[in-house]
């Protein structure tokens, strides 16, 4: 795996909260769970001996987009079996302080949950660019479900139970569907499944916000010879970050939020220079 904590590590607590509720929720007739990977973290195929026979794993981005490098970052889908408590610690071990581990329970077949997940993948702003949306990237999972409507939310959970991911600081959290969204705009979103999200100027704003702590921890951490080390946990180190980030004005200069930020890491003992 590669040598990098990018979020810290799940809490045994935490663990058992996601395998007890995985659990409950595939005790309803036909669920079923899946792990989503984010291999863009990983430098090496999973540890699936015994967990998943190799038919039971599944691209996400394979057949559907062509790029270098592509196979590299492609996220994977694996059915987990009826009792996923045992792949659901191993897979846990193996993608320690990397955002890459969500789990999914779902009524849906893998065929056709593969299918639904690669509908969500792409947005489109106003002047018509279009974004890769990596909902297996824990850190964005929870981003996008904040800054979608409640339509968006209804149209990316169709089909989906819960879906359970580790936050920032290890701990067990889910999303799910908003039971209250009026029956018109749950056929109005369900109309549009094939077709890429429309991001408002407001969404698109509050995405790049709530990103670019991420953005300038990773600039920082990649040139420890002019800013010092990070050390410290990663959930303080975005907290403190997030912080500081907040309080600047819309649209400063990258220079701006860059100073920011090391002041704040350096006020609390989190860079070592």
Not at 110 to 128: I, K, M, N, P, Y
């Amino acid at each position: 795996m590669k040598n990098i904590a990018w979020v810290d590590v799940p809490t045994e607590a935490a663990l058992r909260i996601m395998q007890e509720a995985v659990a409950r929720a595939c005790a309803k007739v036909g669920r079923q769970a899946y792990a989503l990977l984010d291999m863009s973290f990983a430098d090496a195929p999973p540890p699936l001996s015994g967990l998943a026979e190799p038919e039971r794993v599944h691209s996400l981005y394979k057949d559907r987009y062509s790029a270098e490098g592509l196979e590299r970052v492609d996220p994977l889908l694996i059915e987990l079996g009826p009792e996923p408590s045992r792949a659901i610690a191993d897979l846990a071990q193996w993608c320690a302080a990397r955002p890459m581990l969500s789990v999914i329970v779902s009524p849906l077949k893998a065929d056709r949950l593969l299918e639904h997940l690669r509908a969500q993948t792409v947005a489109t702003d106003s002047t018509g660019e279009r974004y890769l949306l990596r909902w297996a990237d824990t850190r964005c999972l929870p981003m996008l479900h904040e800054v979608f409507d409640a339509e968006q939310n209804g149209r990316l959970l169709r089909g989906i139970d819960v879906w359970w991911h580790f936050d920032r600081m290890g701990e067990a959290r889910v999303i799910s569907d908003a039971p209250d969204l009026p029956a018109k705009k749950r056929n109005a979103a369900l109309a549009g499944l094939e077709k890429p999200y429309r991001l408002s100027t407001a969404q698109k704003d509050r995405l790049l916000a709530l990103s670019l702590p991420d953005t300038v921890l990773s600039f920082i951490a990649d040139r420890p010879h002019l800013y010092g080390r990070l050390r410290g946990a990663v959930s303080a180190r975005h907290r403190a970050v997030s912080h500081a980030l907040a309080a600047q004005e819309n649209g400063a200069h990258q220079a701006e939020s860059l100073r920011l930020a090391i002041g704040a890491l350096d006020a609390d003992g989190l860079l070592e220079t």
